[in-house]
């Protein structure tokens, strides 16, 4: 159903946010514990890379319908 | 006598063949006629014998006791004789007469022409057998009368010549004067000649007898003969006649001869004896007193002899009569067979003659007849024909009519069996297409919330079965959307309950496009849905102007709509929606699609269907 598409998409989106978000958090964490001397700023810093990361994925995800690929270009020529 | 008996006899008989109504009489006075005549020649010859004998001596006694008993047997004779005839002539006219009656009885009956003939022809083979068997009797009894009459006149003679012998010998002794002892052989042989003579006498009476028997018979069969009453017998009958007439006529000259002859000795020996001087002595003793004796006896003689001469005469002028009356029977025999021959062929003539013209008036009758009949057959039969024609011919119209009546009905009834049958059938299919119609929009009912239809794939092969031969309806029930029959459709109600959830997001995306896409966009979106109020059904207006176009005012359109039952219109609407709220609708459009795309299918299959069951339905 096309309604629950965006409910799908949002899913996803969390749920990658939340991954991300969390191997940010994590990676951050790791790094900052292993690299960066407990600073918080591999922490913030790969959480927020995750974030961002998150953002970035959802944006591309919802915006997915409206793009055009190259292989859909391929494909569309292929199918003219 | 004798012949006076027999033309007594004849008179009766022929009198007895004509129809006299009184023969007795004549029989009568003939027979009386006969009976005196009779009477007194015998009379007068008694008499004449007795005188005789008063004057002859002893021996002229035995001669007169001779000659009375001859006398006494011809008297005797000729009694009987006259008896006989007596009653011959009233036989025969007894027997003609009944003759005559049996032929009269006879004559009274009617015959066809056919049998008379037969009957002449039969009658002329009778008649010539009779005449034939008749002419026979008649010679037979001819011969035997001639011979009889030949013996009777013969012996007749040889009487006579005994008497004149004895005469003689009488006259010579009594006239001779001879001696006693010649005298004595005269009177022996006087004695021997009377013996002859009474011997011959005898002889010629039982002759005359005889004759007379035989004259009789045939006279007897002369008068059958003449009974029968045939022609052609008649010269046969004449000529037998004129025979016994002849020979009576013969037999009655002897007869008289010896009459005569007797009668004449008498008288001579009467004359001898008066002048005979031998018995003058015995006479001059009874002279006087014989004298009156004499002359009476002479008287009586002379009376006698007027009687014999007038019965002589009487018997001449019989014969006499006889031959004429024979002449004229036998001319008028020759005349009557003359006449019967012309009459014959007259009369044959006429018969051929009337045979022809009967036959030829016949033939015209018959054939007149059988015109006239066969026309009327011909008519009778035409009109027959005609009536039976009409009659045929009015049964076979009327038979014709009432069959093509029976088969006109029978045609109707037939068309309207068909016309009923195809009705029938219509109708039948009719209401198999509204049932599988009825059927396919109760399948369409049975979506519950968001669960769809039972695939319409069966119900709408129903109905396709049940509209082989309808285009309209096969297009139709083909027009169905694939996915309705692989999968169902969903409900109006699901669809409002979908829609009702689906608005809220619809919303919350109405501000993303393509151009509009980012997370940002999607936040504002979002703030917008949550801080922007409409209402939440609006009716739409008649024309969407662009200001109606906004996804908000759309949706709430399509909830009045939906709200209202127009899922068409809603669906409208919900199509102006872009963006990403149309892409967020867009399935919900398109179940909205088809569940529309079904509905109108099968609403146009019911309104047909019903349409179709109306239109063979036939109000009563």
Redesign the interface.
Known sequence: MSEKELGKKWDRCLADGAIKLGTGLGLGIVFSVLFFKRHTWPISLGSGAGLGMAYANCQNNLRSHYMLHRGDKQRGSTQC | MLRACLRGANATARVSLLPAPQPRANVSVSASKVVVAGLLTVSGGIGGTVLYASVMLKTQHRCLRELATTAGEAKSVICSLEDYWGCLGLCLCVCVFSLEECNECHEHKERPVEEVAARLAQQEQEEQDISASVSASLEDSLASSAKATLQAIGAQEAALQAIMQHTDKLKEAMEAEVLPEEKSNQWKDLEAALADRTTALNDARAALSKANESLDSLRSVIDESKGLKISSVRPLVLAAEENLHNMVVDLDKMVMKVKLRLQSITLKLLSKLCADQELNRELAEQKVREKIHIDAALEQQKLEDQKALDSAVNTALQHVKEEARLDQERKLAELREVMEAEMRTQLRRQAAAHTDHVQDVLKVQEHELKAEAEQVLSSKMLEQETRYRQLTQEQLDNFTLDMNTAYARLKGVEEAIDSHVVAEDEARKAHQLWLSVEALSYSLKTAEADVPTVPLENAAQAVRDSCRDNDFALALASALPEKSLQRGVYSEASLRA?FN??RS?ARR?AL?D?SR???YQ?FLSYLQAALLFEKRQEAPPSQLSSEDLDPFKLLSYASYCLEHGDLELAAKLVNQLRG?AR??????LIEARLTLETRQVVNLLSAYANAVGLGTTQAP
Do not use: A, M
Request: no cysteine; net charge negative.
């Open positions: 979908r959830s689906l997001l995306v993303i393509e896409n980012s997370l999607y990403e892409r967020v609708v867009e399935d919900w």
